[in-house]
Every structure is written in C-alpha cells, then in structure tokens.
C-alpha cells in the first residue's frame, strides 16, 4: 500500500501508518454529495459496524478539501472517515487518478475504485470502476473471508 498522510474531516488527519496492524477499506470517490458517492458512503456507513467486527476500518478518499467532507458527513448523517487529496498524490500513488471521456471530451479525474488493505499493508483485492449497488456488502464479505 502506497504510504500517504492527509486531512480529513472533523479537522482531524488520517495516515497510512494509523492503519497499520488493521485491515483496511481505502476506497475513492469522484466528488462530495453527488447521487453515487452519497450512496456508496452510506452504504459504507450502514455496514461500518460489521467492519468494525471485521476488524477493518474504512477510509474515503476524494480530491474535495476537508471541510467539504465535514459538510457531506453531516448533511447524510455518515459515520466514515473521508480524506483530502487536493494535491492527488494519494490519489496518483493508488493509480486512480485517470483519463476518463464523456461525451467525446477527454478529462483527468478519479476512477472509482476499492482497495482492501490486509493487517500487514498489503493490498488483498481491488475493484476498478466499481458501480456502487451491492459494492459495499462485497467489500465487507472479501474483508470478512481475510485473515
């Protein structure tokens, strides 16, 4: 795993090291409060306590800053850790940071993507391109099967 050190929300900060001995969600999203992103940080959200029992803690990332991120979490009411990567190098380390196309345009941004992290750091499964639906229940069953 990429090593990286980021704001987060609630004015607080969030590394890889604070994840160290843990297994771990690392999962990034394109924006704050768009209708895929809150969906899939409130289902996050919702199965944070089967994580938890999985002992694996999830974390968020976006290129949004951090007060953004404190705004999203009160508006739904969500209970994930969210990091800001403005700079993108959190982002460009995990490669997905990526050309992506609509409409004939071509444009850099995030490739909605899960990492899951094993207690030693390193990665176990990732998904590219996810589609949100059933995506978290997938994550927590990978997480649940790791030793």
């Not at 771990?24 to 029992?53: H, M, N, R, W």
């Not at 990665?123 to 069953?141: I, M």
Request: some cysteine.
């Amino acid at each position: 795993m990429p090593d990286f050190n980021l704001d987060a929300n609630a004015s607080t900060r969030i590394s890889s090291d604070d994840l160290k001995g843990h297994k771990a969600v690392i999962y990034f999203y394109p924006k704050d409060d768009t209708p895929g992103c809150t969906k899939e940080a409130i289902a996050f959200t919702q199965l944070k306590s089967a994580f938890e029992a999985a002992d694996t803690r999830i974390v968020g990332i976006s290129a949004d800053p951090a007060h953004k991120h404190d705004k999203f979490i009160a508006k739904h009411d969500l209970d994930i850790t969210l990091g800001s990567d403005p700079e993108l190098d959190t982002l460009k380390a995990f490669g997905v940071w990526v050309q992506k196309a609509m409409y004939g345009r071509k444009y850099f941004g995030i490739e909605r993507s899960t990492f899951l992290i094993d207690a030693n750091g390193e990665v176990a499964k990732v998904w590219r391109k996810v589609r949100v639906a059933g995506h978290a229940e997938e994550v927590l069953k990978a997480a649940e099967a790791l030793d």
